[in-house]
């Protein structure tokens, strides 16, 4: 990682990001939209590269994976901004319950909900990427699209003993923590 020496060196490494990833992050942020809104996520894109700026002049240190921190900040940032929303369109009739805390919206349950599932189903294909044995990867690619045991079977020409024990291994490798696997993977 690079560290600037003045805050103009700063903003200059801030703009340059902005030039490289500006037009993926703003794809990036349509894709995580249920309803694609080209100025909203421009509006996001530009707030995003704004708390960058402000984060690289106080920090006046590089990042070390420009796209990967742009992604989450930009997922925070449009998660804050949907829940703003969802807050500000509530209907007038939601009153607040007996212990003073403000009933939730069920549409703003339902969305983190589905955000924490596609995150946590997110992790598992990266974790299922990084299963160093070929074999067992492609038995979990399957059961993860839905494959049944026999059809996995069948379609990786194994027996069925060897496609549970595949799916057994897999597990026991999802269950290690990641610096454990990345270090078989090396």
Sequence with gaps: MEMFKSSGEADHYTEEIFKHYGQRLKHYILDLMKEKNEQEAEDILQTVFENVLTSMRSKRQSLQYPFAYLCKAAKRQYLHTVNKQKSATLSLDVEEVADGQQLVHKEVLDYQHEY???????????????????????????????????????????????????????????????????????
């Design 116 to 186: 924490r599932v596609k995150e946590q189903l997110e992790q598992v294909t990266e974790q299922i990427r990084a299963i160093p044995r070929p074999a067992v990867k492609a038995t979990m690619d399957l059961l993860s699209q839905g494959k049944s045991k026999e059809e996995i079977s069948h379609i990786l020409h194994q027996s069925q003993k060897t496609t549970n024990n595949h799916i057994s291994l897999a597990r026991g490798y999802l269950q290690q923590e990641p610096s454990k696997l990345e270090g078989e993977n090396r």
